[in-house]
T-cell receptor, first 112, second 113 residues
Framework: LAKTTQPISMDSYEGQEVNITCSHN???????ITWYQQFPSQGPRFIIQ???TKVTNEVASLFIPADRKSSTLSLPRVSLSDTAVYYC?????????????FGKGTKLSVIP | NAGVTQTPKFQVLKTGQSMTLQCAQD?????MYWYRQDPGMGLRLIYY???????DKGEVPNGYNVSRLNKREFSLRLESAAPSQTSVYFC????????????FGPGTRLLVL
């Protein structure tokens, strides 16, 4: 299983761009990288997914270098409502067998 | 469209008691999952079901059993609860599997005394 490592916590002021990096040194060829957001007392919610290079959607960007040993979630101009825990997930499927490893999460606190 | 639902929301058990956590999804997803979440540990996969009729162990399956009752429902059973199983349990589903985006339920908070 790919092991993932994230910073435990980060602080940011409102309006700033926030970058959260996840390290996954032994990522497998078939693995995708997915990021989730979790608010207290709720289940995680999908943010973005990628395999390599850069992916962008309406809420975030995901940067994955060529060696794929890390990934960076970028949140543009954060607001107070972005205060949450962010998890990276490295996983793949093949012939019905799933390998899924969540990081321990990064608690983002957005300061007014 | 309720997404993923879980029952109960909260449960207190005594050591040695048994219980079943229920999960249902209405998105016609093939794959379903059970995770546990402990403070500082993130989410750990207990069991998953890649498709109706199949189940497989995840990272921490000991002390648990699962049943994929049909395409919609995936239950998690604790046969003899232990204090180490005190946790928040999340059920999830996805259209495909593995690394695909998953939809999570609201969770079941379990306390084993």
């Amino acid at each position: 299983l790919a092991k993932t490592t994230q910073p435990i916590s980060m602080d940011s002021y409102e309006g700033q761009e926030v970058n959260i990096t996840c390290s996954h040194n032994n990522i497998a060829t078939n693995d995708y990288i997915t990021w989730y957001q979790q608010f207290p007392s709720q289940g995680p919610r999908f943010i973005i997914q990628g395999y390599k290079t850069k992916v962008t959607n309406e809420v975030a960007s995901l940067f994955i270098p060529a060696d794929r040993k890390s990934s960076t979630l970028s949140l543009p101009r954060v607001s107070l409502s972005d205060t949450a825990v962010y998890y990276c997930l490295v996983g793949s499927s093949g012939a019905g067998s799933y390998q899924l490893t969540f990081g321990k999460g990064t608690k983002l606190s957005v300061i007014p | 469209n309720a997404g993923v639902t879980q029952t109960p929301k909260f449960q207190v058990l005594k050591t040695g008691q048994s219980m079943t956590l229920q999960c249902a999804q209405d998105m016609n997803h093939n794959s379903m999952y059970w995770y546990r979440q402990d403070p500082g540990m993130g989410l750990r996969l207990i069991y998953y079901s890649a498709s109706e009729g199949t189940t497989d162990k995840g990272e921490v399956p000991n002390g648990y059993n699962v049943s994929r009752l049909n395409k919609r429902e995936f239950s998690l059973r604790l046969e003899s609860a232990a204090p180490s199983q005190t946790s928040v349990y999340f059920c999830a589903s996805s259209g495909r599997g593995g690394g695909e985006d998953q939809y999570f339920g609201p969770g079941t908070r379990l306390l084993v005394l």
